[in-house]
């Protein structure tokens, strides 16, 4: 499974992004997609999940409410729309996916995409 994501950028505090990551390769109708999030220093941890086949979601405590997950099945894309961004989401952002069906990618995630940078000033 390769993953592609794009979208990230500078946005001042407030603002919004949208990431995307398009799905290529073996691709196969159950596992999860999601992202995560990294910072210098600090471990890479998780953002949201999506179950490509039950549809269920997961987000992490610090994001509910102002980041969205989605998928475009056809298109084998998930997506990440964030809102109300704050400093703190300043990270370089990964696109994951697992052979698990479910939504909570927490130790499970196995493909990994090329990171995307996410600046949000204050």
């Known amino acids: 499974v390769q993953l592609q994501a794009s979208g990230g950028g500078l946005v001042q505090a407030g603002g919004s992004l949208r990431l995307s990551c398009a799905a290529s390769?073996?691709?196969?109708?159950?596992?999860?997609m999601g992202w995560f999030r990294q910072v210098p220093g600090k471990e890479r941890e998780f953002v949201a999940g999506?179950?490509?086949?039950?549809?269920?979601?997961y987000y992490a405590d610090s994001v509910k409410g102002r980041f969205t997950i989605s998928r475009d099945s056809a298109k084998n894309t998930v997506f990440l729309q964030m809102n109300s961004l704050k400093p703190e989401d300043t990270a370089v952002y990964y696109c994951?996916?697992?052979?698990?069906?479910?939504?909570?990618?927490?130790?499970?995630?196995?493909?990994w995409g090329q990171g995307t940078q996410v600046t949000v000033s204050s």
């Open positions: 994951a996916a697992s052979d698990y069906s479910g939504s909570n990618l927490i130790g499970r995630a196995r493909y």
């Open positions: 390769g073996r691709t196969f109708s159950t596992y999860g």
């Open positions: 999506i179950s490509w086949s039950r549809g269920s979601i």
